[in-house]
């Protein structure tokens, strides 16, 4: 990579730094390596993490980390998820295990999860689903919800403005009351591609509440996070994004079924280790993949 080329760069800053000052000085550092770059804010962290997501020379990167109240700062890396197939929580699946009660339509949920045998439906819960999107309009979500939902309208109306990325985040329905498009930045959080049925795939399995098309946790309520480029490629600064809204839509529930086979490295992974200790911390149980491959 040519160390002047401009990249994006995840930097968090230490909880008691004045964050104009460390901008400062972080512009400082980049002029001092590259004279007459800057570094460019394209995106703020405030709720989970304290930091930025920078455009700056890729060569800037030792210089920025050595900064007073720097306390992490990598390159912002682009995950890319396989094409997933069109079926939802089972749908379509055959297997010569199943009972004469058994819909063959609905096996992987019912044999692999058991859902048809747990007496907890996901009722008043809040399940924020961090993928490649989701299609909300497909049949594996058209059934009704039981229970009262927790978060209404008027509840995400309120909780929008203390959002970062998301605050034009839309409710679509009872079942998807929150979606927004993290990483092209709209409220438009259907998926794109081949690949964008991974994000269904997943809400499906985890919530799916159609007849014949059922989940764990079928009257569990949405949250969409979508968090791949139209054009392809997940990044980090998105994905970061949707975490850290996740600390004020505080869903009881975060699926993050994406991974990097080759793990991350030190600086990301101690950001990304943080942000699910603070999410715990407020209540928000974290579900994330280590890696998409065996």
Known sequence: ?????????????????????????????????????????EREYDNALKGFALNAPAGSLDAIRAVSGVKAAF????????????????????NSA???????????????????????KGDGKVIAVIDTGVDMTHPAFAGPLGGTPALSADKV?????????????????????????????????????QAGSHGTHVAGITAGNAGEIVGIAPDAQ???????????????????????????LRPDVVNLSLGQTAGMDNAADSVYAG????????????????GNEF
């Open 98 to 120: 199943r009972t004469s009660t058994q819909d063959p339509a609905n096996l992987s949920a019912q044999l692999m999860m058991h859902a048809d045998q747990i007496t907890q």
């Open 1 to 41: 990579m040519d160390p002047a080329s401009v990249v994006s760069i995840v930097v968090q800053l230490d909880d008691n730094a004045d964050r104009a000052a460390a901008l400062a000085s972080i512009n400082e550092a980049v002029a001092g390596a590259f004279p007459g770059a800057s570094a460019q804010v």
């Open 222 to 248: 949405i949250i969409v996070a979508k968090v791949e480029r139209d054009r392809g490629g997940i990044p980090d600064s998105a994905l970061l994004s949707a975490l850290d809204d996740m600390a004020v």
């Open 75 to 94: 390159l912002d890396r682009e995950t890319h998820v396989e094409g997933a197939d069109d079926q939802v929580a089972g749908e379509g699946a055959t």
């Open 275 to 290: 942000i699910f200790e603070t999410l715990q911390e407020k209540g928000v149980a974290v579900d994330a993949a280590a």
């Open 157 to 193: 109306a309120s909780l929008t403005p203390q959002l970062g990325d998301g605050k034009t985040g839309t409710y679509v329905s009872e079942k998807f009351p929150f979606a927004y498009d993290y990483a092209d930045n709209d409220p438009d959080a259907s998926p794109t591609g």
